[in-house]
């Protein structure tokens, strides 16, 4: 898929991890995706008027502040299984009926942070994942509310459930629907890397690009689900090609843009 002029630059910025993007950086790698520099510095201007991206010094941009937040989180997308505990069969919850629905910004943030973090909701404003992050239930509710939920929500450890919940918990997860996007993500990605060698520079940085930044996607919205609910060696496997494929962009794009 080709991306828009504002998607280039917001992918590259995550990309560098909170390095300033020059903007004749950003103006050749859309040129790599047929993106005239017009193109590209419209989308540089729009970007910074929405209060996404900052002007670091003339001519470089960065994600705005708001943006550091979830950066900090895509950024570590490498070490996303590192620290993940067995689990013992309860979940971190979080009640939201408090909170309200008119704030609509107030309403996306939440539901963002949320999605990240792998919750799914059981009842209306009722979200679940289970409790196999590191830290526990005291490290997600500060990564919640770093990622945009209010302080006000109420997040718990629950557990207990009678055998209907716990089957209904169980199935907000599609676990057979992600076992198989791990397969299918890993096929794709070992079938590009060999024939990698034998692509043109120009096309390899932007095939790579694409495919990358789709198993990056793929690895930051995974909700790290525990055995049984997923196959954890498919997922594993699927993660390590990810990262494989990651360090062989990283040096096709520094030829690229050095060539």
Known sequence: ???????????????????????????????LFGLTENNVRVALVRLAAEGRIATTRRGSYRLARGGERLLREVAGWRDAERGLRRWRGGYVAVHA??????????????ERALLFLGFAELERDLHLRPDNLPGGVARVRS????????????????????????ARARRLWDGRALDAGYRRGRARIERWLARAPSLPLETAAREVFVLGGEAVRGVVYDPLLPAPLVDVAA?????????????????????FLHA
């Open 1 to 31: 898929m080709v991306p828009t002029a504002k998607g280039l630059v917001v992918e590259m910025l995550m990309a560098i991890a909170g390095a300033e993007l020059p903007a004749q950086v950003a103006v050749r790698a859309g040129a």
């Open 97 to 110: 009926g408090a909170l309200g629905r008119a704030d609509r910004a107030a309403l996306r943030r939440r």
């Open 143 to 166: 990564r919640l509310v770093a990622l945009g939920l209010p302080r006000d929500a109420t997040v718990f450890l629950a557990g207990g459930f009678d055998d209907a919940l716990e």
């Open 235 to 255: 997922r594993r496997a699927f993660f390590a090609a990810a990262r494989r494929l990651d360090r062989v962009g990283r040096d096709l794009w520094q030829e």
